[in-house]
């Protein structure tokens, strides 16, 4: 079990280089099984996640080289069509191998990924679509067998909701479909834009990504991939939100601030001044900040529900009442309880959260619930006034790099430690499910 100890209160000062886009790794990876050779990714992140999509990628045949932030996939004796149970449960995002296998090989098999901390996370939309690219799907019994021995073909597509996934998984599996597919309704995220560049990088045709309505022709075969995946939107809010609740001044290289607007938004209502150029973000905070009026997470170009969390942390001790609504995911409110534990004021009603913000954090012991909870405590504990310990910090290192190093340069107090591995003992209380 790992734990991280985080000495409070800290201004976080500096400037950082923010790793590559989790959330872009992950499908051009599982992209890389369309392509029979080797294909390279650039600024692939040392995290977790990435080490469990290699792993499957691994359990599928293929050979795999990973080491400072390129990856490496040798796709062409790849031949497995099932991704073992417990790799599915380990990154509930693995339904983004579903259309790969399908695309590749003509039939997967998998486990459904099951809920996690932060919602059910149904793929009816991910199974649908494969329908109607002419894919047979049996989803009984907790199992999923999809099979096109004759190959998918081309076909309109209506998402019910612009999930990211799902747009995903049509790109993946249309790229070699006999055909047209046009998804309407599709998920317009930085990270659909930047699979798109992957696939067409491989000889795909692939218009429209980052608009509602993707058109895809499918090609014949793809040739293997050389991408480079673009910055984590993600870790750059969370960086802007840590710098900005602790007073501090920060500047973020290699990003891309029009990924960031709504975040910036926010954070400049709050008091902070923010700068930008082409990939540089600069912020200085107030001393403290003020409340903002309602942040409300939407699909994108909206506020992204991933900083949720972290946006909510950051105003517990800003001045005034702030309200935050989500409205992607049913339970990424979990955070909630131990952020109280530091002495915030939020109350919760359904998926609305109203914080009343207070002076000052004390310190005190948490466990993070899930990978963007976990952020949201790390963020407390260094406005915190002493020592807090944050428990289940593996589920942080699933999407960000090496917190301790990254905080660390900025001035932060914070050591990472393992502690005893027996599950639920009073130092590093209970363990969690991953959640994706
Ligand atoms: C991706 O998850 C991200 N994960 C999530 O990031 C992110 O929060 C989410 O998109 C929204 O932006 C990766 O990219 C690996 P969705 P995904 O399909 O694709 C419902 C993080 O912290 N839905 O857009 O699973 C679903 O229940 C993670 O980095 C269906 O109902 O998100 C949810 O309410 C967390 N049926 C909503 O859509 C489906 O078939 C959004 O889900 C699929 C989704």
Redesign the pocket.
Known sequence: MIQYVVSGPTRLYGECRVQGA??SA?PVLAASLLAQGESVFGRIPAISDVDATLEILKSLGCRIRFENGEARVDAADAAGTEIPDALMRELR?SV?FLGAILARFGSVRLSMPGGCE?????????LHAMRKLGAAVDDAGGRIVCTAPGGLTGADIRLS?P????TENVMIAAATAKGTTTVYNA?R?P?ISDLADCLNGMGASITGAGESTIVIEGVKKLRPARHTVLPDR?VAGTLLSAAAMTGGEITLRHVVPAHLGPVVEVLEQAGCRVESDLHTLHLVSPRRLRAVGHVRTM?YPGF???LQAIVTAALCTAAGTSVVTET???SRFRYIGELTRFGAVIRTDGRMAVIEGVERLTPTGVAAPD??GGAALLLAALAADGESVIANGELIER?YEDPAATFGALGAGIKREVCCENRGCENCGGGSEA??
Request: no cysteine; proline share 9%; aromatic share 6%.
């Open positions: 989790k959330n992950l995002s983004i932060i919602g059910q996370r149904p793929i009816d939309l991910h909701f999930s990211v996934g799902a998920a995220e990270e993600i699909p992204p529900t991933d992607i995911f049913e990978l963007r999407g959640d994706a």
